[in-house]
Nanobody, 129 residues
Framework: QVRLEQSGGGSVQAGESLTLSCKAS????????MGWFRQFPGPLREGIAA?????????DEYVQGRFTIAKESAENTLSVYLQMNSLKPEDTAIYYC?????????????????????WGRGTQVVVSS
């Protein structure tokens, strides 16, 4: 079993920055892929950033250039961060961290192939204009 503990989030003005953090523990190792998803009102959860065990990362086009994903590992834990700059009101959503055993096609994972994914509980981000 893998547990994910999220922190960060909150309310900011447009143009400001926020950092989200997530720590994964339990039955996890360095091969796991980690990423961030967000959910607007409704059932769909979109993938926005992912990072592989070798540090390779990809981003959704709507956050490319504004958001940065980073990870670090320690004994039996993996942490992932999302630095969000130049936030826009349309970034308002619930943000979820996630991890899945690797290797994994990062693009496919962000898009739809999420079987076996472990999810954090989500954190609200509100960006006001």
């Amino acid at each position: 079993q893998v547990r994910l503990e999220q922190s960060g989030g909150g309310s900011v003005q447009a143009g400001e920055s926020l950092t989200l953090s997530c720590k994964a523990s339990g039955n996890i190792d360095n091969t796991y892929v980690m990423g961030w998803f967000r959910q607007f009102p409704g059932p769909l959860r979109e993938g926005i950033a992912a990072i592989a065990s070798d540090g390779t990362s990809i981003y959704d086009e709507y956050v490319q250039g504004r958001f940065t994903i980073a990870k670090e590992s320690a004994e039996n834990t993996l942490s992932v961060y999302l630095q969000m700059n130049s936030l826009k009101p349309e970034d308002t959503a619930i943000y979820y961290c996630a991890t899945v055993p690797g290797p994994r096609d990062l693009g496919a994972w962000l898009l739809r192939h999420r079987e076996g994914t472990y999810w954090g509980r989500g954190t609200q981000v509100v960006v006001s204009s």
